[in-house]
Nanobody
Framework: QVQVVESGGGLVQPGGSLRLSCAASGMIFSINAMGWYRQAPGKARESVAA???????NYADSVKGRFTISRDNAKNTVYLQMASLKPEDTAVYYC????????????????WGQGTQVTVSS
């Protein structure tokens, strides 16, 4: 089992900033990609940002230019720096991690965190 834990959510005013963290732990041999998803009330879960082992990044159009995804390979951690936050960014944010477990032979994993609430409101 690979564990994924998000943190950093909370209440922030419109225009404010917040940084989410996601730490993966367990028998990890390598991580291929890490990403952030979110689900707002009454809406489907959507991809927000992703980063590969090669540091290639992708962003949803709705957050491009405002959010930045980064990773710390030594800590198996991915971050989502959110700026210029809008009320429509309010959602539960989930972290997804894909890679290989350090089993013999290595096995694939695709793990999700429990989610962290982000609320943007005055």
């Amino acid at each position: 089992q690979v564990q994924v834990v998000e943190s950093g959510g909370g209440l922030v005013q419109p225009g404010g900033s917040l940084r989410l963290s996601c730490a993966a732990s367990g028998m990890i041999f390598s991580i291929n990609a890490m990403g952030w998803y979110r689900q707002a009330p009454g809406k489907a879960r959507e991809s927000v940002a992703a980063i590969t082992s090669g540091e290639s990044t992708n962003y949803a159009d709705s957050v491009k230019g405002r959010f930045t995804i980064s990773r710390d390979n030594a800590k198996n951690t991915v971050y989502l720096q959110m700026a210029s936050l809008k009320p429509e960014d309010t959602a539960v944010y989930y972290c997804n991690v894909r890679g290989l477990r350090s089993t013999l032979p290595p096995t694939e994993f695709n793990s999700w965190g429990q989610g962290t609430q982000v609320t943007v409101s005055s």
